[in-house]
């Protein structure tokens, strides 16, 4: 058994909520390749004129938070507060009930704040940066649909199982058998941050004898603009969508759908 040294996955990005962070599969031992045969090339019966990244949707998304800040040292008052949005995570899952118009939005990300503010009359500003952290979910309807050239999922658990008889008519072979399987690649829903409002109201609190404070309780109004985007092939001629008859399930029948269809746009 192999002891797990590592710090799981995203850890290396520096935010558990990146997503996007995948680190490659530990390596395995490797098979003696008896034969390799040559490749042979068939036109694919799919006609594009390009491939292109289409604007899925441009929305608007509103979330509130509440946060305490618990400045270093007690404060006479707060100069300036500059802050800057940025997401950590924007993930857009499509919906199983309209899994081409409607999306399962994920949004997490922080609000930095650089607080200057001063603990006396006269004196130096100080300067303290804290990230607030802000999370929401919201369903979107796309105002273009999602592209699944090959349909949406892969099946690899499937039972469609290739057995041969056995030398005397009683059963399977052990010693020889196959199967099939159908994995669709498809490109993924791209996220990108156009704009962000902050909007926010601050209360001061904890005072000590003279006065000053070093808890501030705020609650802010969070405002981003974002675009949904999918890469996508410009379509002139027929596609090959699999579509898996009614009579027919598992690997095989989106496989064999397939063949048909490339059989009569290419007649052969």
């Known amino acids: 058994m192999k002891r797990n040294t590592g710090c799981g996955c995203g850890s290396g990005s520096g935010s558990r909520s990146n997503h996007d962070f995948c680190p490659p599969a530990p390596p395995c031992d490797v098979a003696d390749t008896i034969h390799q045969g040559g490749c042979n090339v068939e036109p694919f019966p799919v006609i ?4 292109r990244t289409i604007v899925l949707t441009d929305i608007t998304l509103q979330t509130n938070v509440e946060s305490q800040i618990k400045l270093p040292t007690f404060a006479r008052e707060i ?4 802050k800057n949005v ?3 995570q924007c993930k857009a899952i499509p919906s199983v009930l309209n899994p081409s118009t409607v999306v399962k939005l994920y949004v997490r990300g922080i609000v930095h704040k650089n ?3 001063v603990e006396d009359c006269t004196g130096v500003v100080k300067d303290y940066g804290v990230d607030v ?3 929401c979910f919201q369903d979107v309807t796309l105002e273009n649909p999602i592209f699944f050239p090959f349909g949406r999922f892969s099946q690899k658990g499937s039972i469609d199982e290739v057995r041969e008889l056995a030398k005397d008519g009683m059963g399977a072979n052990r010693c020889t058998f196959g199967s099939a399987t159908f994995e669709v690649f498809n490109e993924p829903i791209g996220c990108k941050l156009l704009f962000a409002f902050v909007n926010d109201l ?3 609190e904890n005072f000590d004898n003279w006065g000053r404070f070093n808890h501030v309780t ?3 109004e969070v405002l981003l603009g974002i675009k949904l985007f999918q ?4 379509f002139v001629g027929p596609t090959i969508a699999p579509t898996v008859p009614p009579n027919t399930s598992g690997v095989l029948g989106a496989s064999a759908t397939i063949y048909d269809r490339f059989r009569n746009i290419t007649g052969r």
């Open 48 to 51: 594009a004129d390009e491939e």
């Open 79 to 82: 100069k300036h507060i500059r």
């Open 86 to 88: 940025s997401l950590t």
């Open 115 to 117: 607080i200057q503010y």
């Open 133 to 135: 952290e802000f999370s």
């Open 202 to 204: 601050d209360f001061l």
């Open 218 to 220: 705020e609650k802010m």
């Open 231 to 234: 890469k996508q092939q410009d």
